[in-house]
């Protein structure tokens, strides 16, 4: 198992990787909107917090070798579906042409009071 740890995402907030490639795939952590430089959430708005995961996820997929075009699967926690709309706009627009399989579930709390979690797996 390879531990990746990318330098332009946010640190860990608990006793966790970005990821962890096994054989030739990547697992990463589940990823809320916090910004890289200071671990504070981006805003309170769901497409402000949408872009930040996404972005922060691209940052781990480069530490990992790879891209969007490679992931296989994401799942999306979202604290309240009714937001799944705007979140849904923001994810597609930064995947662009790549289209993983993808779960969406709300769930009862995110931490840090978060709106949206993202984890995916990747063919690094």
């Known amino acids: 198992m390879i531990p990746i ?10 006793a966790y990787r970005h990821g962890n490639v096994i054989g030739n795939i990547l697992f990463t952590a589940g990823q809320i909107g916090l910004v890289p430089e200071t671990g504070e959430l981006v805003g309170a708005s769901i497409d402000a917090q949408t872009e930040q995961v996404m972005k922060n996820l691209t940052a781990i997929l480069r530490a990992a070798g790879t891209d969007w075009s490679r992931v296989a699967q994401a799942t999306v926690y979202l604290t ?35 709106k949206v979690m993202i984890e995916l797996v990747a063919e690094v």
């Open 5 to 14: 740890n990318a330098p332009d995402a946010p640190k860990a907030i608990t």
């Open 80 to 114: 309240d579906l009714a937001d799944y709309a705007a979140a849904n706009a923001v994810y597609t627009r930064m995947v662009g042409d790549a289209r993983p399989a993808r779960s969406c579930t709300q769930v009862v709390a995110i931490p840090k009071g978060a």
